[in-house]
């Protein structure tokens, strides 16, 4: 019995975690989800904000589609690719604003309704559309002329894989259609506006952010790093998630310890999670210096849902992410202050969680 607690000892020892986490804020949110072998982060991760964003205003929980977003989107990215001839991007990435788009554009259906699941198949996998598609638009480029034909070729590829979108249908009890059921949510796409942070353009002006996914030219308010730390504070503190757009090919970023840190490169990767370290300091030119060189770039979106502190009393946010729930926190990640600010490409709000101290400096 000796033997047996003193293992039992040992291996809680090994086990015990780095980081202990006292959550400041946790806001209302729908059930994990993982978005499988897909690139379609931005809908997860922006469809969670506003199912988010609808138990804020008190219109009970929702299960909304990220498929029918990603069906409406698609379509318009092809058009931006032809008109481009080809010299642009074609991928399954898009951003924030593009959901709001669909929203704007569409309307929102539920999951339950159209799932993007075709066949009984139980997990995403666009891997083979995505081919089929980027393959049939080249093609199209390559030709003297493109025929008429070419949009409604994208559609059947789309709801081959995708499903056909219903016209109309049953929602808890009553009959609808995408814009009736936006409508009576109070889903409203002027409510939303974007932030972003660099210096190449002018602080508290607009810009159209320059990133391959950005297909759609949306346009980011630009203010200081500190402003958008300060601004993702107030909204949480307000009520108020997140809509979070973010590099996160650093070593520091782990979803499988459920953390994301700042880490210097003389600290080995080995000893990343086993102990807490130091993080580097960061200013606006490191920003800067680290998106010029592409060192940050438009990895992945995610939902910010709270605010904690660790032992040490060190800042996180927290993040709902769309990778699934196998790790320490259920799907959830806690993500320092240092790494936000380095690495953070945008940030997608309700207007009225922007403090009146930011919004008086925004330039028309």
Known sequence: FALVALFALNVN??????????????????ETKDQCRTGTCWSYATGSFIESEL???????????EMFNVRMTYPKKAEMYLRYQGKTQFGPGSLSHDVINAIANYGVVPESVYSGLQNKETEHDHAEMDAVLEAMLKALTEQRTVSEYWLEAVNGVLDAYLGEVPESFEYQGKKTNPIQLRDDLGLKAEDYVSFSSFTHHPFYEKFILEVPDNFSNGVYYNVPMNDLVMMTEVALKSGYTVAWDADVSEKGFS????????IGDDVPREELFTKAHEELEVTQEDRQKAYNSHSTTD??????????KDQNGTPYFIIKNSWGSENPYGGLQYVSYHYFLMKTVGILLHKDAVSKAISKNLKP
């Open 299 to 308: 990895d992945h979106l995610m939902h910010i849902v709270g605010m904690a």
């Open 255 to 262: 979803f499988r310890n459920g953390v994301a840190v700042l």
């Open 13 to 30: 020892a090994q086990e015990k975690p780095v980081y202990t986490f006292t959550d400041i804020v946790n806001l209302d949110k729908t």
């Open 55 to 65: 138990m804020r205003m008190g219109k009970g929980e929702h299960d909304l589609s």
